[in-house]
């Protein structure tokens, strides 16, 4: 535990959430006023931006603004994906952020980000020890996926369950204004854990949840999906809502949409990088002959910020904060996490996990939740997610358009 | 002009939109105010529900819950696609609206949709005129794609316009956050008429506006496309953000996405009907070897009303309450509009228009407004619009999720 003087170097990394930058508000506004914080930098598109010695000096912004980055979703000081070798391997990397480190002062340093941004953290700090260069090095969790190990969940995946439970509860009653059969597949992100696909469920919390819910953690069988969507139709006036996980796969382990990309060719002859809601809507509209559509969150469920949770908001804040308060207290090589507390009433505190514990391991939904032969969503989950969408928490209108954060952006002059 | 006593039925047709229960709201709390009005119905699934007397009491509802249609997405009484042909080729639908008016002395018919709906109320209008039953019938505009004719813009309109301007802005931010090449492309509804395309623009006011727009109002130039899409990237660090109509056609009149279809086949053999905005990223993906994505609004633009505008609700709401004034005080054979009164200061005030003029006239972005060789839409459309999407209005919260209408649905027994 060292308590050190000098400066904090704060960086993103991988893909942005609707509340990434609620944890760079609270490292910059705790960073600025720590007295062992002698400079407050933020690297451009991550660890490249220190890589590049390009980081924006934080200082010279206005408070208003670092307020408002709470609110504004995307990474505002850009993101990169770049794994880092294994410095026994090849250390060039580290031995050139040790340089810029030491020309700088750099004696804090924050990476926020998932899974491998956790590895990369976890590298760095461990070089960085080795090396005896004195640094305090905390990893500031983020995901959408909720993938993350050690922490009751991750920053940003209520900000995305919120959008996603909300959409679905308005596509819900958009889809079945006809009197005539319908079958919606609607398709969230998540590769590897079905957190978000789960979200869905949360509709249902307002009456209007899927009908069917497919989450990667378990085999997809095209066949029985087929037959699951005619049971619900059987029953329900021709009329059926299923949310799948881009990342659901065969028993033979092969991705669906991957499945769509080998066959499909567009009318320029390109492949068909179709999603996988798609080709299953298109799947259904051929076996059944029903209208389909097939839906795609894309882009919008991890930037929907104008349905970003309050709860996920002040606790990713809180996040940037304790992350700091750690680093200045002596802490290192650690990565922050929520603990939920017992009783009741919802509420978290923050702790500290080992670094090498949060890199690289992936925590996917229980598969206890996972009903009604593997197409429905337990309550346990909702008694699990339902605390963390509360509140809302959204830019400031201007013109009744959000007023996002307008960074100055100013380089810190190359010595 | 006529002063009748009886009851009301009113339908709605066509496509939703995020506040067209705003209009059943006016419609039904003006309804049951009325002394002319003995009792008010809802039909089921439009005019379909007066053919087959499938009709529900409103009377039966909750205050409360009528109240909250103004923020409830979607038809709530159900809608249909339903053409009624000439009464001089195929009187019999026509004949058994008059029977089933007379049964029950429906008195006051209000229909809510866009061109084709208001092609089935001018049909019945006529017809109940010519048969000599004593009928006040108005058309209740109702359509996002803003294309009906003689109403300054059409409710529903301005709600998808703030969806679409806020989205846009929150992908702007998201699509660029890496320091590599990436292309987005945006695809908004409206086949023939460019206007929800064009409400991307508003996002500028935000300083997040699109690269490019492309309306279906001209011709489509795949080549040219490219070119444009590389040109911005050339001066924008290789990151550029399009938005497409989804009936934007080349010069031989073929929609793009129609070209899609007749060529894709996905991996089950099926003919992948992809998005226009999912060719387009893959076209410019290999031309470019950018990374690129598709993106497309879907039924959330339409359906998407947390993010409605208030200014659209109200209006919307007070378009069914005039509807049911007109009617009482003797008007018929008209549709209810909007005209933009004089003045720096937004203001509206309620016209009716003949129901003929109304019904299958289509209309559209002005050219003179679509600007930069067909790639811009200029100021003069967000000095129109943004009036428009002003202010917000939306369900309350339970659970922070959308606390929607639920209505009882009694139908009325039959006669």
Request: aromatic share 8%; with cysteine.
């Amino acid at each position: 535990m060292k308590n050190l003087k000098g400066a904090l170097m704060f960086a993103q990394s991988g893909g942005p959430t609707s509340v990434i930058n609620a944890s760079a508000a609270g490292v910059f506004i705790e960073g600025l006023k720590s007295s062992a914080i002698t400079a407050v930098y933020g690297a451009a598109n991550g660890i490249k931006g220190v890589l590049d010695e390009n980081f924006y000096d934080i200082g010279k912004e206005d408070k208003k603004e670092l307020n408002l980055l709470k609110y504004t979703p995307s990474s505002a000081l850009g993101s990169v994906r770049y794994k880092l070798k294994d410095a026994s391997v090849d250390d060039t990397d580290y031995k050139r952020i040790l340089e810029v480190f030491k020309k700088y002062n750099v004696r804090y340093f924050f990476y926020n980000g998932g899974n491998d941004s956790m590895d990369t953290c976890n590298k760095i700090s461990k070089y960085l020890a080795t090396s005896g260069y004195d640094c305090n090095v905390i990893g500031v969790p983020k995901t959408i996926d909720n993938d993350l190990y050690g922490t009751d969940h991750c920053p940003g995946f209520a900000s995305a369950a919120r959008y996603i439970a909300t959409t679905v509860m308005e596509i819900n009653l958009d889809a079945k204004v006809y009197d005539t059969p319908m079958v919606c597949v609607i398709e969230c992100m998540g590769r590897h854990a079905g957190w978000l696909t789960a979200a869905s469920k949360l509709a249902s919390v307002g009456g209007l949840g899927p009908d069917l819910i497919y989450l990667p953690e378990v085999d997809f069988d095209v066949d029985k999906f087929v037959e699951d969507v005619k049971a619900v139709c059987a029953k329900n006036g021709n009329k059926c809502i299923a949310v799948v996980s881009e990342g659901i796969k065969n028993k033979e382990g092969t991705f669906i949409c991957e499945l769509v990309s080998q066959g499909a060719r567009d009318s320029f002859g390109h492949a068909q990088l179709g999603g996988v809601a798609a080709t299953l809507a298109n799947l259904i509209k051929e076996k059944t002959g029903y209208k389909t559509r097939g839906i795609e969150l894309s882009l919008m469920q991890r930037c929907g910020a104008h349905l970003a949770s309050k709860v996920d908001v002040e606790e990713t804040f809180k996040a940037g904060r304790a992350a700091v308060k750690a680093a200045v207290n002596g802490e290192t090589d650690k990565m922050v996490c929520y603990k939920r507390k017992d009783g009741d009433k919802y509420a978290i505190e923050y702790e500290l996990l080992p670094l090498e514990l949060a890199a690289n391991t992936e925590k996917t939904v229980p598969l206890e939740w996972i009903t009604e032969n593997n197409t429905n969503i337990s309550d346990e989950f909702i008694k699990y997610a339902l605390p963390l969408i509360q509140g809302e928490a959204k830019a400031p209108l201007e013109n009744s358009l959000p007023r996002f954060a307008k960074l100055k952006k100013v380089f810190v002059e190359k010595k």
